[in-house]
């Protein structure tokens, strides 16, 4: 069954510094998401991208961040210079666009645990 | 503000029990519900409602939305050890082009055999 991936699974990184978290999505979907969840938290909402640009982002998603499609299978969420506050698991998640727009299924890879010492 | 509420927050049962977990909201642009199942990492697709009154069923578990009173259920019966996960709910938003997951807290879900 067709899987989104992601890499590197956990990542350990020092403040100040610049991270990529990849994610592979599901081959046929046509809509990105990055969402993070810091540990004991609710899952929120970061960024929403289609057809090669952002579709919406939250106001977590500050300059800091930025997503891109470098290729026709990889969605990356680069993290300009860390924060220890930036310490969560990032979930990639990707969706068809078939049906109602806000009523796609989303599927979530397994996530990237990022640490900011 | 748009919010997901959960409850109850965590409950513990024994294996064969039969468990409704909650989930109620007030958003805009409401277009759908979602189900997932979180274990260890990543949350795991179980439904997706976008119509009231119609249960969507998968084995032991199912579910249904009531858009008047702005909640849904998730019935699980016969419960199992492996049943024992975090379940989180999500309200689909749309409007004027995004469309994103708002979620819940969760309910930590504990199987005793």
């Known amino acids: 069954e067709p899987e989104v991936t992601q890499t590197p699974s956990h990542q350990v990184t020092q403040m100040g510094q610049e991270v990529i978290l990849r994610c592979v999505p599901i081959?046929?979907?046509?809509?990105f998401y990055w969402y993070r969840q810091i540990l004991g938290q609710k899952v929120e909402f970061l960024v929403s991208?289609?057809?090669?640009?952002?579709?919406?982002k939250s106001e977590i998603f500050d300059d800091q961040f930025s997503v891109e499609r470098p290729d026709g299978s990889n969605f990356t969420l680069k993290i300009r210079s860390t924060k220890l506050e930036d310490s969560a698991m990032y979930f990639c998640?990707?969706?068809?666009?078939?049906?109602?727009?806000?009523?796609?299924?989303?599927?979530f890879g397994p996530g990237t645990r990022l640490t900011v010492t | 503000e748009d919010k997901v509420v959960q409850s109850p927050l965590s409950l513990v049962v024994h294996e064969g029990d039969t468990v409704t977990l909650n989930c109620s909201y007030e958003?805009?642009?409401?277009?759908?519900l979602l189900w997932y199942k979180q274990e260890k990492k990543a949350p795991t697709f179980l439904f997706m409602l976008?119509?009231?009154?119609i249960e969507k069923k998968s084995g032991r578990l199912s579910s249904i939305l009531d858009k008047k009173e702005l909640f849904s259920i998730l019935n699980i019966t016969a419960t199992q050890t492996g049943d024992s996960a975090v379940y989180l709910c999500a309200v689909g938003l749309f409007s004027g082009g995004y469309n994103k997951l708002i979620f819940g807290a969760g309910t930590r879900l504990a199987v005793h055999p």
């Open positions: 976008t119509s009231s009154g």
């Open positions: 958003v805009t642009n409401f277009r759908s």
């Open positions: 998640a990707s969706s068809e666009a078939q049906g109602h727009p806000g009523s796609y299924e989303q599927y």
């Open positions: 081959s046929n979907h046509l809509y």
């Open positions: 991208f289609y057809n090669n640009e952002i579709s919406e």
